[in-house]
């Protein structure tokens, strides 16, 4: 056995590993063996899910600074629906009628009152004490000084001083609750603030809302803190979440709410999946027509490739969207492209009296060059679309990429090792 022969068979094993673990990951009788399940995500458009539209308020902001208050609302936003896991999510702005607004487009969410919860609320986090100076000694207030909480006023510390929040459940009575830590600032007010209030309450206020009125029963210090209340556990995560992200620096009003549902994206992933089997089935024979046995070996490297992209959106989570779909159909045509130049390439070589292995070899180191420069080129029109692209356009970038860098392994690797390993030595060039 030659040396050749050799790493072919070892190339060989390598691809027959790698279809095994494809067919694990994207069949469902495969989770029985890795014992992990990988779900194909769906964006809004294939799954539904919810759309909303916000009007902002930019009454009290300067009109310089519109632009400014509305990338922050944006970031905000778009913090608070990554950090809830909804993939491929649209959220940017628009305008209504002349004003400022924001579209979020929410993927698999169809329960519209769980999206505006997340989304909508403003997450203004306070801490307010008791105003002696408004407390008889009956305990009674003497006037109030404000519509939120009689009696009490603003100690200082806010969301601004918070370092981290995070939903938990407790030991005892195992309700959820929201726990509260506080940077370096925030600890020494918190400290503070439970020293001169021992056994007097402390309001803890979100929105202008007081959710929890805790009594101080000793100095805390460390900056660690409580929310309570009659939480689900999807309001203790949402509201953790809210206050992880920051408050909205303006307040926001929805003027627009509809649950998308799937039945368009049933139709679209339909009609999709029956233009790419004729596609498939097209290019299939056009291969078969122009390159014979050659063409038969690279039917079977396109459909192993098939395999690998869809293995790969699951194991990397990839949302897949209509767009998405058209960069994986695009794909396929540049991994069609780079086989037909290699065969090309290696007729070329035939015709110049070369035997079938030699020009086999000869027309793949050939080919390689013109595969390359191509396939940078078109990363690289990916890459910018990703980076400067937003919601489905970064779908069809990154499936447009994935499936570059899958045909360059396909076209290379996979349909070279097939043909070297078992075209016949006796096929002449008329037959290919």
Not at 69 to 87: H, M, P, W
Not at 230 to 239: C, D, N, R, V, Y
């Amino acid at each position: 056995m030659s040396k050749l022969t050799k790493s072919l068979l070892w190339r060989l094993f390598f691809i027959i590993l790698l279809v095994a673990l494809a067919l694990l990951i994207v069949l469902p009788q495969g989770k029985k063996i890795i014992k992990k399940s990988f779900p194909l995500s769906l964006g809004l458009d294939l799954q539904g899910g919810s759309h909303l539209v916000y009007e902002m308020d930019l009454a009290s902001i300067k009109k310089e600074d519109w632009s400014s208050a509305q990338e922050s609302t944006l970031n905000v936003i778009r913090n608070r629906v990554d950090k809830f896991g909804v993939a491929e999510s649209t959220i940017q702005p628009i305008q209504i009628s002349g004003k400022r607004a924001i579209l979020v487009e929410l993927p698999g969410i169809k329960d519209l009152e769980e999206a505006k919860n997340l989304i909508g609320k403003t997450a203004q986090l306070e801490f307010w004490e008791e105003d002696q100076g408004q407390i008889t000694k009956e305990g009674k207030v003497k006037s109030a000084q404000n519509n939120i909480l009689p009696g009490f006023k603003p100690t200082g510390l806010t969301g601004r001083q918070l370092k981290k929040a995070q939903p938990t459940v407790n030991e005892q009575s195992q309700a959820w609750e929201v726990a509260l830590e506080f940077n370096a600032e925030g600890a020494k007010l918190f400290k503070d603030i439970t020293k001169r209030n021992l056994g007097k309450p402390v309001a803890i206020i979100l929105d202008s809302k007081p959710i929890s009125i805790p009594t101080v029963q000793s100095v805390i210090e460390g900056g660690k803190a409580v929310i309570t209340g009659k939480f689900t556990p999807q309001e203790a995560k949402s509201l953790a979440i809210q206050l992880n992200a920051g408050a909205l620096p303006v307040p926001i009003k929805l003027i627009e709410e509809r649950t998308v549902e799937a039945t368009l994206g049933r139709e679209a992933v339909e009609k999709s999946l029956l233009a790419g089997m004729i596609g498939l089935l097209v290019v299939a024979i056009y291969m078969l027509i122009n390159f014979r046995y050659w063409g038969l070996w690279s039917i079977v490297a396109l459909a192993i490739y098939t395999l690998l992209n869809i293995a790969i959106y699951k194991i990397l989570h990839i949302t897949l969207s209509l767009s998405g779909i058209a960069g994986f159909i695009l794909s396929v045509g540049m991994a069609v492209d780079a086989n037909i130049l290699i065969f090309s390439r290696s007729r070329e070589e035939m015709a110049l009296g070369s035997n079938l292995i030699d020009a086999l070899r000869d027309g793949f180191t050939r080919a390689w060059l013109s595969i390359r420069d191509s396939n940078i080129s078109s990363l690289i029109t990916a890459l910018i679309l990703y980076s400067f692209g937003t919601g489905q356009i970064k779908g069809f970038a990154v499936t447009l990429g994935i499936g570059i860098l899958a045909s360059m392994f396909s076209a290379i690797t996979i349909t070279r090792t097939f043909l070297l390993l078992f075209i016949p030595k006796t096929l002449h060039e008329k037959t290919v």
